[in-house]
């Protein structure tokens, strides 16, 4: 049974000092592409209900600071990039990579060296950006080398427009086969009561590992990494051969929102027209703002359809699945039953994690199979 001290409520709120919001401070997570950082560039981002400046020096190498500058509180991210040193835009200050301030132009009698603001662990990985906003030293980094061969197709990294529910609503929809074949029945070409499949999860080292058996269909293997992580392979898109190894991050961006940044290797149809960019945040919120049409009753799922609007129909379902639960879903009312195995692993899986956290107990130490998890599509057996 669940201790008092923790609930279901826990499993929402991420702010520094918060238990969900202290635990996941324990992982890497990814902040942005590394295409949308140049040399000399700089940028905001929200992240765990924390504004960090992300800005990659003249050498390359990327930074990661919070975004209030000592001095009077203005947003870093304003400033300039000068070597491996950002310059605050209203009165010149500079900090270093590692927080330190390092100028104060107008001071007559500078203190800079006693002034410093915190800085994170940042990483460049597979195109994107990670940083690290817990406590130092920053764990080991977690590689993926089910993403890794280039032999396997190209990689194509993206990260969606946040999306006005909580975190926890996309991560609980991942350990869930059961939805696809409702959500996402017209994608798939199905009607009435579907393919149900039996869904069955498996604690593992790194999490879950979840397995929907079909009739007639070989077993469709996906994972779940703790945190926040899930790992499959997905169907392709216009000009792409075969499923795709696919690992997608849940990021909280505040309580309220969260992004999901996702990983794909990729083989293409080589008579296709190559696209000029792999790279791409999806910058309009248009799968949002058809959910939010939808929800509101100012449109019909149905208006979209689902050949032509391929590229964005599966996550419109989604949110619609997500956003309707509310911004922060009331967990106290559910009715879940056997096919909810995996919500029901996960939500142990977290629970006990807050639990040794808020009683000052070690959270546990996950460890992925060094050569990475097998997935399936569970596509047809022929
Ligand atoms: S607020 Fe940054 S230098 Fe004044
Ligand atoms: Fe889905």
Redesign the pocket.
């Known amino acids: 049974m669940t201790a008092p001290d923790v609930s279901l409520n826990d499993l929402v709120h991420i702010g520094p000092g918060t238990l969900a919001g202290r635990y996941l401070r324990q992982f890497w997570h990814p902040a942005c592409l590394s295409s949308e950082l140049n040399v000399k560039d700089k940028r905001r981002e929200l992240i765990l209900g924390e504004y960090i400046t992300l800005y990659r020096g003249e050498s390359g190498q990327v930074h990661a600071l919070t975004d209030r500058?000592?001095?009077?509180?203005?947003q870093?991210s304003l400033?300039w990039v000068e070597g491996e040193r950002i310059?605050?835009?209203?009165?010149?200050?500079t900090f270093d990579g590692a927080g330190a301030c390092k100028e104060?132009p107008?001071e007559p009698h500078a203190y800079a060296a006693r002034v410093k603001i915190r800085a994170f662990a940042a990483r460049e990985y597979l195109g994107m950006i990670f940083v690290y906003l817990g406590e130092a030293p920053a764990p080991a980094f977690p590689t993926y080398p089910e993403l890794e061969n280039e032999a396997d197709g190209e990689l194509i990294a993206a990260a969606r427009a946040p999306v006005p529910c909580n975190f926890f609503q996309r991560v609980e929809n991942a350990v869930d086969q059961v939805h696809v074949a409702f959500a996402h029945r017209d994608v798939f070409g199905l009607e009435g009561v579907p393919d149900i499949p039996d869904y069955s999860v498996e604690e593992t080292s790194y999490g879950l590992c979840a397995r929907g058996k079909r009739p007639g269909k070989a077993d469709r293997l996906t994972h779940f990494h703790m945190p926040n992580i899930n790992i499959m392979q997905v169907p392709p898109n216009k000009d792409e051969l075969g499923w795709a190894p696919n690992i997608v991050w849940r990021v909280p961006v505040d309580d309220h929102h969260h992004r999901s940044v996702n990983i794909r290797r990729v083989k293409r149809d080589p008579q296709a027209p190559q696209i000029s960019r792999n790279y791409e945040r999806t910058t309009t919120d248009r799968q949002v703002e058809i959910a939010r049409a939808i929800l509101d009753g100012r449109m019909r799922l149905d208006q979209l359809d689902p050949i032509k609007d391929r590229a964005i129909i599966v996550a419109v379902q989604d949110n619609i699945a997500q956003m309707g639960q509310g911004v922060i879903a009331n967990r106290q009312n559910d009715h879940l039953g056997r096919s909810d195995v995996g919500v029901i692993a996960v939500r142990r899986l977290w629970l006990d994690e807050l639990r040794a956290l808020a009683q000052g107990h070690a959270t546990r130490q996950w460890t992925r199979p060094p050569g990475g998890v097998e997935m399936t599509s569970g596509a047809s057996v022929e």
């Open positions: 500058c000592a001095h009077r509180g203005v870093l400033g310059r605050c835009f209203y009165h010149g200050w104060q107008a």
